[in-house]
C-alpha cells in the first residue's frame, strides 16, 4: 500500500495478506527490503521467460539455462550493492539455488507454452504494470464521513495473450485449483485490471479467464508447467470492491502509527516468509524451534 498526494495505491498482494500488523509495516517502512532465495529464483525464472519473449528464442538449452544461471547471480549483485539483506531460508546454499532453477529453465525450454508465445502471429503483452483510478471511496471516522479519497489498484500481470490472464508460479507442489477459485485475489484484481485495459473480454459464458502457469520445484522438468484456470465474474469483482472500500476504510480509521492487529496462526507467520518476523513475535520466540 501506498499514500501519496493522488490517493491510496493498493498493490493486488496487499489484499491477500493475512496479517494487517504486517501490511501496515510494509506500508510505513524505510529500511530495505530483506531478499530470499525462494523469492530470488522465481524473479529469475520470470526474467529468464521475460527476456526470450522480448528479445527472440535462445539458440539452444544450454543458453537458456546459462543465461537464467546469469540472471540470478546478476540479482545477488543488485542485492549487494542496494544493501539489501538476504536469507538462504528454503534451498541453504547458492548451489543448490542455481540448480533448481537451472531445471526451472529447461521445464519453461519445454513447455508448451513456450513455444505458443513465440510462435503468437499477435505479440503477447508482458510484464504488464497497471497504477489504476479504481474508485472515490467516501472514508469515515467515529461513524461519520471525514473525507473523499481517490484510491487505485496497482500490480503487473505477466502475460495476456489470447483473451486470457497468464501468472507464472513456481511452487514446492501442485496448485489446488479449488483454492484459488474459492480465495483467488489475484485473479481477481487482475482480471478487472485486464478488463479496464481492454485487454480481456468476457467469454461466451460472461467469464473473464485466468490461468496460473505453475513451474513445481523437484518437478520431471521434461512436464514443463501445470495451467490452473480460474474464471472471474462481474459479482467476482463487485465483492473485490467490498473488499478494497473495507480495508482502506480500516487504514484510514487505525492509522498507521497504531499497531494493527496480528495474526500468528498462519504458516507466512515465520522467518522464512515474514520480514517482520525478528521485531515483532520473533522478539519473543524462536523461529526455528518455536520455543
Not at 42 to 58: D, K, M, N, V
Not at 189 to 200: D, H, K, P, Q
Not at 220 to 225: F, V
Not at 247 to 256: D, H, K, L, P
Request: aromatic share 10%; proline share 4%.
Amino acid at each position: 500500500m501506498r499514500i501519496d498526494d493522488d490517493g491510496i495505491h493498493i498493490h493486488q498482494s496487499d489484499l491477500k495478506n493475512h496479517c494487517l500488523e504486517k501490511l501496515r509495516l510494509e506500508t510505513v517502512a524505510t529500511g530495505p527490503r530483506i531478499e530470499n532465495d525462494a523469492a530470488t529464483v522465481g524473479t529469475a525464472l520470470h526474467e529468464l521467460i521475460e527476456h526470450e519473449l522480448r528479445h527472440g528464442p535462445y539458440d539452444n538449452l544450454h543458453d537458456c539455462q546459462g543465461t537464467a544461471a546469469g540472471i540470478y547471480l546478476g540479482l545477488l549483485e543488485k542485492y549487494q550493492e542496494e544493501g539489501r539483506p538476504y536469507a538462504l531460508s528454503s534451498f541453504g546454499s547458492h548451489e543448490r539455488a542455481i540448480d533448481l532453477l537451472v531445471r526451472l529453465a529447461e521445464a519453461w525450454w519445454r513447455c508448451t507454452e513456450r513455444e505458443e508465445l513465440l510462435s503468437a502471429t499477435d505479440a503477447p503483452h508482458i510484464e504488464l504494470g497497471f497504477d489504476l483510478p479504481y474508485a472515490e471511496l467516501e472514508l469515515k471516522r467515529h461513524g461519520k464521513r471525514a473525507e473523499i479519497m481517490p484510491v487505485f489498484l496497482a500490480g503487473t500481470i505477466d502475460i495476456v495473450h489470447n483473451n486470457r490472464v497468464w501468472d507464472w508460479k513456481t511452487a514446492g507442489s501442485e496448485y489446488r485449483r479449488w483454492e484459488y477459485q474459492r480465495w483467488g485475489r489475484q485473479p481477481d484484481v487482475y482480471t478487472w485490471a485486464a478488463a479496464n485495459m481492454e485487454l480481456i473480454h468476457p467469454n461466451q459464458d460472461g467469464l473473464y479467464e485466468f490461468d496460473f502457469k505453475v513451474f513445481i520445484r523437484g518437478a520431471n522438468p521434461e512436464l514443463g508447467c501445470t495451467t490452473v484456470p480460474i474464471v472471474r465474474s462481474q459479482r467476482n469483482h463487485q465483492w473485490l470492491g467490498e473488499i478494497v472500500s473495507r480495508v482502506v476504510n480500516f487504514s484510514y480509521q487505525m492509522g498507521f502509527d497504531n499497531q494493527w492487529p496480528l495474526d500468528d496462526q498462519h504458516v507466512l507467520c515465520s522467518p522464512k516468509w515474514c520480514t517482520f518476523f525478528d521485531m515483532c513475535k520473533g522478539r519473543f520466540v524462536n523461529g526455528e524451534t518455536w520455543v
